[in-house]
């Protein structure tokens, strides 16, 4: 199985989880890596520079209509909700989601939709059970869910409702992390998302 597109979802304690994950990242990471961390409406970049500092790979916030870049790593804007469409991003302003936008479960939804088995889901520290869902989602439709180990994440509610709702997900340290994506097989054509028709683009829980 080759992969096209690793989506990671944090809150509480994400930051510090976040830049040890990119910096076991090797430099020539072939997957695009696409981050939702709760923060505050009115965050700026500094979430952006303080990856770019741990990691030579490029970070980029994310921006309506941008494309999908292998090899880079996107962050979710703050008070946008981040949808993954077949090779490009889109931004809504629709209702928080558990109190949250961006709202990970939407992300990670909108990510099965468009990649099925080829996605990667990861869920980090966090205070609440976000996630859990969009993690589910991916799961269901063949895809790969790894879950930061609870014991070693600085708020363990997350990962933990992650576990229940998916049990067969792998659970592992951070730099245990780090390792599993870069021995995931890439897909060697240009990233972009496949369907059915059939199925429901509404990503919302």
């Not at 500094?46 to 500092?53: A, I, R």
């Not at 205070?127 to 879950?147: F, K, Q, T, W, Y």
């Not at 997900?169 to 390792?179: D, P, S, Y």
């Amino acid at each position: 199985m080759a992969y096209e597109i690793v989506v990671v979802g944090t809150s509480w304690g994400g930051l510090s989880a976040l830049r040890e994950l990119v910096r076991g990242l090797p430099a020539g990471f072939p997957l695009p890596l696409v981050i939702v961390q709760h923060r505050h409406r009115q965050s700026n970049h500094l979430l952006t520079s303080l990856l770019q500092d741990s990691t030579s790979l490029p970070v980029c916030e994310v921006e309506d209509k941008a494309p999908i870049v292998a090899g880079n790593v996107h962050v979710a804007p703050a008070d946008y909700h981040l949808l993954i469409e077949p090779g490009y991003f889109s931004l809504t302003i629709d209702e928080p989601v558990r109190y949250s936008r961006p709202s990970i479960d939407v992300t990670f939804m909108s990510a099965a939709d468009a990649y099925a088995s080829r996605a990667v889901g990861v869920i980090l520290t966090g205070a609440n059970a976000d996630g859990s869902r969009g993690l589910e989602r991916i799961h269901e439709r063949g895809g790969l869910a790894l879950v930061q180990l609870p014991a070693t994440a600085e708020s363990p509610m997350m990962p933990a409702a992650a576990l229940r709702a998916v049990p067969a997900a792998r659970a592992l340290a951070i730099e245990e992390i780090a390792a599993a994506l870069s021995e995931l097989p890439a897909s060697e054509r240009p990233v972009r998302g496949r369907r059915d028709d059939s199925d429901s683009r509404d990503a919302r829980p």
